[in-house]
């Protein structure tokens, strides 16, 4: 997966690592999974380009997961408390120079986790499980001030 990142973006990508280039958000997951995000108004062209690098590695596979997954985001300086508190980060040892990307599992729930910096993070997780990572992620952020903002909080306050 590698040489597509190299041949999409001229960049080098090692597992766990997370890189932005042009615009994309590459998450390397494994050896042989990576994922690349970016903004909706920007996914043609990415996908122009990404299979445009696939024909030309073979043995690549690109799938597209943009309808399969769902993102959730915990954004301000409670964000690592909320992640700790799930058993995903340690509070005593987190340092964030850099991003990262990880497959894990929150509550039994199979999870990738992209942290972006000590205030920010996303949690890419299967969409059928999306309405129970927000019920888990609502739930174990009510004691650090969590509050819901975007197209369910509208709902979720109303619960």
């Known amino acids: ?9 001229d960049s080098q990508l090692e597992p766990n690592e997370v ?6 958000l590459w ?4 050896p042989d999974r990576v994922f690349a995000l970016c903004e909706p108004a920007d996914s043609f062209a990415l996908s122009e380009r990404l299979h445009d690098a696939v024909r030309r590695t073979p043995g690549a596979l690109l799938t597209d997961e943009t309808e399969e997954l769902a993102a959730l985001s915990l954004l301000g300086p409670s964000a690592p408390s909320v992640i700790a508190a799930l058993g995903a980060w340690d509070l005593e040892t987190i340092a964030l120079p850099h991003p990262s990307f990880a497959s894990l599992t ?6 990738f986790l992209l942290e972006e910096s000590s205030a920010r993070a ?11 990572l927000f ?5 174990v952020g009510r004691r650090f001030g969590l509050s819901c903002v975007g197209t369910d909080a509208d709902r979720t306050a109303s619960r």
């Open 1 to 9: 997966m590698d040489q597509i990142v190299c041949l999409v973006s």
């Open 135 to 139: 019920d888990l992620l609502e739930r």
């Open 19 to 24: 890189l932005r280039a042009d615009g994309v």
């Open 106 to 111: 929150l509550e039994g729930l199979p999870v």
């Open 122 to 132: 996303t949690i890419l997780v299967d969409s059928e499980y999306a309405e129970r």
């Open 27 to 30: 998450c390397s997951a494994s």
